[in-house]
């Protein structure tokens, strides 16, 4: 052992106490930085391209790999236990807390986004994985041990932090500042935490130039994050409108997804408001009622007392429902609570929507679709799925056998159900995987497309709860609708040689195939 790391002997008990429950504490601390910064990347891969499955996989296996290699760098580092730490800590505040700025910056103003988050993720990876080898030389100066029983101890330390930092991201950080915030604060943390305990227990053995660069980088980078929290407002709105070609009347980092509304002149003079999703375009608002007359009146030809509208947020269907006026009620079931918070009161959505959402006879419940569907034990005359398309993986489960096997105990034997099902022409295998899913779950659904100029040709699958295939109609003594006629109902069911039906896989849930399949599609596209 050498002189630079020989236990301090001179240390009275108590103070061998304080100073290793000190080292513990900071493990700790570390440990749940280390980890937010994991979830950080893993959400905003989810958010900005989507398929948290994958997301999470890159993260982790990237992460995990480069640990190993930053526990093999710090070997040599181990006669400096002392400065290395306190440098690795400055880094990876700076690293983690600046990372989702600069991955939000590489989406929004370049192609690029793949290549900077495993870069990324593998510098953060190789400082956290410098981090124990560096503390279990600083704990055994404190007092030396046994190493089963100091790896015992630095390993509690570290997994509990890892529970805290897990536990605070979603329902602290998320929620209260937003991803870059929430990761420029963590940064500090990092900072604070790494440094403090250099220079409380082994000043000592810093120089006297090691201290003032190390107090140097410290100052430097707490202006660094500072500034940067400061400046976050401003540089989400740029990098916002960056990814938009229209001025954003509207953003929100909502706990599930980014919600964006944008407000232009089309080309024919006329307001198009725009509302998206993770950067997913939901409606436009100078065709989406070619889309949601589609959706909502073959269904509701068929009995329609009782409705239930799964996804659909943005009230637009719910205001096609409302048009007839033996509905009695209707239920509206969306995970996000921002989103249809946004239909009840944002002014230029609700006049939109014609304040469905605020009628009466409209319940709107924010949960998780599949979730609640299994505690319900009612039944609807109706039942409108308008789910996002199945591109990530909490919204794959939700064109599954086991969704659509549940959607039928709710459903009246007399009920009808349809299902937005993607572009048949942009997305044909997808669109067909969900008609043989529904064929897989006891229907013969009959499918059917429209173009809608924003998304261009749509397609649709409606179904009944006697297994029949259900006839297209339209009631037409609540018209006029602004794009159906029976004619064009009719020929909507005429697919073209290039769009023809495909004999696909059905998705499960243990079997997401839908997923993949989305998601190449569209990607070639």
Same mark, same amino acid.
């Given at each position: 052992?050498?002189?630079?790391?020989?236990?301090?002997?001179?240390?009275?008990?108590?103070?061998?106490?304080?100073?290793?429950?000190? /080292?513990?504490? %900071?493990?700790?601390?570390?440990?749940?930085?280390?980890?937010? +910064?994991?979830?950080? /990347?893993? &959400?905003?891969?989810?958010?900005?391209?989507?398929?948290?499955?994958?997301?999470?996989?890159?993260?982790?296996?990237?992460?995990?790999?480069?640990?190993?290699?930053?526990?093999?760098?710090?070997?040599?580092?181990?006669?400096?236990?002392?400065?290395?730490?306190?440098?690795?800590?400055?880094?990876?505040? @700076?690293?983690?807390?600046?990372?989702?700025?600069?991955?939000?910056?590489?989406?929004?103003?370049?192609?690029?986004?793949?290549?900077? @988050?495993?870069?990324?993720?593998?510098?953060?990876?190789?400082?956290?994985?410098?981090?124990?080898?560096?503390?279990?030389?600083?704990?055994?100066?404190?007092?030396?041990?046994?190493?089963?029983?100091?790896?015992?101890?630095? #390993?509690?330390?570290? +997994? /509990?932090?890892?529970?805290?930092?897990?536990?605070?991201?979603?329902?602290?950080?998320?929620?209260?500042?937003?991803?870059?915030?929430?990761?420029?604060?963590?940064?500090?943390? #990092?900072? !604070?935490?790494?440094?403090?305990?250099?220079?409380?227990?082994?000043?000592?053995?810093?120089?006297?130039?090691?201290?003032?660069?190390?107090? /140097?980088?410290?100052?430097? %980078? *707490?202006?660094?994050?500072?500034?940067?929290?400061? +400046? &976050?407002?401003?540089?989400?709105?740029?990098?916002?409108?960056?990814?938009? *070609?229209?001025?954003?009347?509207?953003?929100?980092?909502?706990?599930?997804?980014?919600?964006?509304?944008?407000?232009?002149?089309?080309?024919?003079?006329?307001?198009?408001?725009?509302?998206?999703?993770?950067?997913?375009?939901?409606?436009?608002?100078?065709?989406?009622?070619?889309?949601?007359?589609?959706?909502?009146?073959?269904?509701?030809?068929?009995?329609?007392? #009782?409705?239930?509208?799964?996804?659909?947020?943005?009230?637009? *269907?719910?205001?096609?429902?409302?048009?007839?006026?033996?509905?009695?009620?209707?239920?509206?079931?969306?995970?996000?609570?921002?989103?249809?918070?946004?239909?009840?009161?944002?002014?230029?959505?609700?006049?939109?929507?014609?304040?469905?959402?605020?009628?009466?006879?409209?319940?709107?419940?924010?949960?998780?679709?599949?979730?609640?569907?299994?505690?319900?034990?009612?039944?609807?005359?109706?039942?409108?799925?308008?789910?996002?398309?199945?591109?990530? &993986?909490? %919204?794959?489960?939700?064109?599954?056998?086991?969704?659509?096997?549940?959607? %039928?105990?709710? @459903?009246?034997?007399?009920?009808?159900? !349809?299902?937005?099902?993607? =572009?048949?022409?942009?997305?044909?295998? &997808?669109?067909?995987?969900?008609?043989?899913?529904?064929? *897989?779950?006891?229907?013969?659904?009959?499918? +059917?497309?429209? =173009?809608?100029?924003?998304?261009?040709?749509?397609?649709?699958?409606?179904?009944?709860?006697?297994?029949?295939?259900?006839? @297209?109609?339209?009631?037409?003594?609540?018209?006029?609708?602004?794009?159906?006629?029976?004619?064009?109902?009719?020929?909507?069911?005429?697919?073209?040689?290039?769009?023809?039906?495909?004999?696909?896989?059905?998705?499960?849930?243990?079997?997401?195939?839908?997923?993949?399949?989305?998601?190449?599609?569209?990607?070639?596209?």
């Amino acid at each position: 052992m050498t002189a630079e790391s020989a236990p301090q002997a001179t240390l009275s008990p108590r103070r061998v106490r304080l100073s290793r429950f000190g /080292l513990l504490a %900071t493990a700790f601390a570390v440990s749940a930085c280390g980890l937010v +910064y994991e979830l950080a /990347l893993i &959400t905003l891969g989810a958010y900005l391209v989507g398929n948290t499955a994958k997301q999470a996989s890159i993260v982790l296996a990237v992460m995990v790999f480069a640990m190993g290699l930053g526990a093999l760098a710090a070997k040599p580092l181990r006669r400096w236990p002392a400065l290395s730490f306190a440098v690795v800590e400055l880094a990876l505040a @700076l690293l983690g807390g600046f990372s989702v700025m600069l991955l939000y910056a590489a989406f929004a103003w370049t192609d690029l986004y793949s290549l900077p @988050l495993v870069l990324v993720a593998a510098a953060i990876g190789l400082l956290i994985g410098a981090e124990i080898p560096l503390l279990m030389e600083l704990l055994q100066r404190i007092r030396e041990q046994a190493a089963g029983a100091a790896v015992a101890d630095l #390993n509690a330390a570290d +997994y /509990l932090g890892g529970l805290i930092g897990g536990l605070a991201f979603p329902f602290v950080l998320l929620p209260f500042f937003g991803q870059i915030q929430g990761a420029l604060l963590v940064g500090a943390v #990092n900072a !604070v935490a790494g440094v403090a305990l250099i220079y409380v227990l082994f000043r000592e053995d810093l120089s006297k130039l090691a201290k003032q660069l190390l107090t /140097l980088v410290a100052a430097g %980078t *707490a202006v660094l994050l500072i500034a940067a929290f400061a +400046y &976050t407002d401003r540089f989400e709105t740029n990098a916002r409108q960056a990814l938009y *070609a229209a001025p954003i009347v509207y953003s929100e980092d909502s706990v599930y997804q980014q919600i964006v509304m944008t407000e232009s002149a089309s080309p024919f003079g006329e307001r198009d408001l725009r509302l998206y999703l993770n950067g997913d375009l939901q409606f436009s608002s100078v065709d989406e009622y070619r889309y949601h007359e589609a959706l909502v009146h073959p269904a509701m030809s068929g009995p329609h007392a #009782n409705v239930l509208v799964l996804g659909g947020g943005d009230g637009l *269907a719910v205001r096609e429902i409302l048009r007839y006026e033996d509905v009695e009620t209707v239920t509206l079931v969306d995970l996000d609570g921002a989103v249809t918070d946004l239909a009840q009161g944002f002014g230029d959505l609700v006049d939109l929507n014609e304040g469905s959402m605020n009628d009466p006879k409209v319940e709107v419940v924010n949960e998780d679709a599949f979730t609640w569907l299994r505690q319900q034990t009612g039944t609807w005359d109706t039942i409108i799925v308008d789910m996002p398309d199945p591109d990530a &993986t909490e %919204t794959a489960k939700l064109y599954s056998v086991e969704f659509y096997g549940l959607a %039928t105990d709710h @459903l009246n034997e007399t009920g009808r159900m !349809v299902v937005q099902s993607g =572009s048949p022409y942009f997305a044909p295998k &997808t669109f067909w995987t969900i008609h043989s899913t529904l064929e *897989a779950s006891g229907y013969e659904p009959t499918p +059917y497309w429209v =173009s809608v100029p924003s998304f261009g040709d749509w397609g649709f699958h409606l179904v009944q709860a006697d297994g029949e295939a259900p006839v @297209l109609s339209l009631d037409t003594s609540i018209g006029p609708f602004q794009s159906l006629t029976p004619e064009l109902l009719e020929a909507a069911q005429v697919f073209p040689p290039d769009r023809d039906e495909m004999d696909m896989e059905p998705s499960t849930l243990m079997h997401p195939v839908i997923l993949d399949r989305v998601e190449s599609e569209w990607k070639n596209y």
